[in-house]
């Protein structure tokens, strides 16, 4: 079974940079899929960020691409997200998801697989 | 950019069934998938490429898509569906995910 685990501050001061790790246990993210970030504001809906595959292939939200980079660390099986200049707006619970790869057409389809979330707060 | 709407919430009388719609502009273009989420708990992913139903979801949950909807039903409604839907797609020419608003299922 797979599962994924988000870690990283629960706190972050505004115009500083949020900093998480997803850890996957159970399937090698080299192997294939796409590993990303969703968020939900409190009380809000679903907010997706970015994915990467194990191909290096990235897409980002547009209205938050700017900020975002994320990373593969292949050898400890884990993939990152840094958002920059972080306001109170950021503030969510992060999930870390695997996403369904259309190999014909590069589409991110569905997620199957999520993290338990973690709470984000953007205060001073 | 790409948007889908659903109803902000649908109330339902307990084993009747509810329906909930995402409309988007020729969604029926493209791969709809839906999510339950209950309060507290990550999403669950409840039907892929518009109607399948992925392991060990109850076949209460069934999905369609045409035109500018999708439709996600669900059957003899019980006390565990009370949750938010959530709709989705993969947006080709901007390459990116899009999510529906949402749409809370409350019983009556």
């Known amino acids: 079974q797979v599962q994924l685990q988000e870690s990283g501050p629960g706190l972050v001061k505004p115009s500083e940079t949020l900093s998480l790790t997803c850890t996957v246990a159970?399937?090698?993210?080299?192997?294939?899929?796409?590993w990303g970030w969703i968020r939900q504001p409190p009380g809000g809906g679903l907010d997706w960020i970015a994915t990467?595959?194990?191909?290096?292939?990235?897409y980002y939200n547009p209205t938050l691409r700017s900020r975002i980079t994320m990373s593969m660390d292949t050898s400890n099986n884990q993939f990152s997200l840094n958002l920059s200049s972080v306001t109170a707006a950021d503030t969510a619970v992060y999930y870390c998801?695997?996403?369904?790869?259309?190999?014909?057409?590069?589409?991110?389809?569905?997620?199957?697989?999520w993290g338990q979330g973690t709470l984000v707060t953007v205060s001073s | 950019s790409y948007v889908l709407t659903q109803p902000p919430s649908v109330s339902v009388a307990p084993g009747k069934t509810a329906t909930i719609t995402c409309v988007g502009d020729?969604?029926?273009?493209?791969?709809v998938h839906w999510y339950q989420q209950r309060p507290g708990q990550a999403p669950v992913l409840v039907i892929s490429?518009?109607?399948d139903r992925p392991s060990g979801i109850s076949e209460r949950f069934s999905g369609s898509n045409s035109g500018n909807t999708a439709t996600l039903t669900i059957a003899t409604v019980e006390a565990g569906d009370e949750a938010a839907y959530y709709c989705?797609?993969?947006?080709?020419?901007?390459?990116?995910?899009?999510f529906g608003g949402g749409t809370k299922l409350t019983f009556l």
């Open positions: 998801v695997r996403g369904e790869d259309d190999i014909l057409t590069n589409a991110c389809d569905y997620f199957d697989f």
């Open positions: 159970g399937y090698s993210i080299s192997t294939a899929y796409y």
């Open positions: 990467i595959n194990h191909s290096g292939t990235t």
């Open positions: 020729n969604i029926e273009s493209k791969n």
């Open positions: 490429y518009d109607l």
């Open positions: 989705q797609v993969w947006e080709n020419s901007g390459e990116h995910v899009v």
